[in-house]
């Protein structure tokens, strides 16, 4: 089997909520998502997903994903997307860094892979081990009452663990914190997250202040020196995310005893290959983890559904379902959230069933 043509389609997904704010004022209310269909000279198609949550969080823009794929398409013409490990070292040769540009190829290649073998991504990807698990939800950020309601409202949807986003001014931050974990109960989870959004004074005195209380502090700072400062000065459980960009910077913040958990966003690190690369290594490892990606819709979640399922179940820290964020749906069979929890689909591939004519024409196509 052999790639014959590779479409790029970029969908306008608005948020169903008004804004979805985080640390350092930036916001978004609507995204620019790639989909992208590999089809192969036996007509089997795979599908894939990236979605940036804007341009200014992390190093990945909308408009750069044709123009990536642009660059590596052709050499990947002819080449067999079952070899997938060969199909990444090709885009590494081609492209230097872009992960998020690698990203849909890798996982439009798990799709295939799987439809071809008529097996799941999840047990291609070492086996499932739950069929559905837990979600959080993310709470955009806003003012400590609006924060604690909306963390209210989700609980009432069957949530039970929340990414609150801080990373603002430290006083209402700790105001925010509080608010929040008096709202909640007892084996609710919560998670500050400050997307790197403190400097160092302003990121130790939040931990001071919130140091009885029972929360995970969530990339305080912006580089791995500055987080692991703040670690050695509290006892809370410290999660890095935005630090993580591979298996080098694993091992050295796990050297340095930096965390107690990791974020792995699959776009940024260059798709399912590398993260379930990195993935096995925290289980080797002892880490728990949030699996996800930056945003995202069906296809997206659907990816991120495997990766989860084929994840042992007590290193599974948390995740979340992007498609219900947005008023766009790609595939009616995509697992949705029921009472907080997901399902991993057990179709072969991803599971799911684009609907190829809400794609519209594609912005560019190689073949």
């Not at 060969?86 to 849909?104: E, F, T, W």
């Not at 990606?293 to 820290?317: C, K, M, N, Q």
Request: proline fraction near 4%; hydrophobic fraction near 40%.
């Amino acid at each position: 089997m052999k790639i014959k043509q590779i479409d790029v389609y970029q969908i306008d997904y608005k948020l169903l909520d008004t804004k979805y704010a985080w640390a350092g004022g930036l916001s978004v209310s609507a995204f620019v998502s790639t989909v992208i269909k590999i089809t192969t000279d036996e007509n089997v198609k795979g599908f894939a997903e990236v979605c940036p949550l804007g341009s200014s969080y992390m190093e990945a823009f909308a408009k750069g994903v044709p123009a990536g794929i642009s660059e590596i398409g052709k050499q990947l013409i002819g080449e067999d997307p079952c070899q997938i490990k060969r199909i990444n070292q090709i885009m590494d040769n081609a492209l230097s860094g872009h992960h998020y540009v690698k990203s849909p190829i890798d996982i439009a290649c798990w799709d295939i892979l799987g439809k071809k073998t008529g097996l799941p991504v999840c047990t291609l990807l070492g086996g499932r081990f739950v069929d559905e698990y837990p979600l959080y939800r993310a709470i955009s950020q806003g003012s400590p009452q609006e924060m604690a309601a909306s963390v209210l409202r989700y609980r009432d949807q069957g949530y039970h663990r929340f990414q609150l986003k801080v990373g603002g001014d430290p006083d209402i931050d700790i105001a925010r914190i509080r608010a929040v974990r008096a709202a909640l109960n007892d084996d609710d989870i919560l998670d500050a997250d400050a997307n790197t959004g403190w400097i160092t004074r302003h990121a130790m005195r939040v931990v001071k202040a919130v140091e009885n209380l029972d929360v995970y502090i969530e990339q305080p700072c912006a580089t791995l020196e500055e987080c692991l400062l703040i670690r050695q000065h509290t006892n809370l459980p410290m999660i890095l995310d935005e630090v993580i960009t591979g298996v080098n910077p694993l091992i050295r913040a796990y050297t340095n005893q930096a965390m107690d958990a990791v974020n792995i966003k699959i776009s940024r690190v260059g798709g399912l290959t590398k993260a379930s690369q990195i993935r096995d290594l925290c289980q080797s490892l002892g880490i728990a983890m949030t699996l996800e990606d930056s945003w995202g819709g069906d296809i997206t979640t659907a990816a991120i559904s495997h990766l989860v399922g084929s994840t042992r179940p007590e290193f599974y820290f948390t995740s979340t379902d992007f498609n219900s964020y947005n008023d766009v749906r790609l595939a009616k069979d995509a697992p949705a959230k029921i009472k907080g929890r997901l399902k991993v689909p057990s179709a072969p591939g991803l599971g799911i069933h684009v609907e190829e004519d809400l794609l519209g024409k594609p912005v560019l196509s190689v073949k």
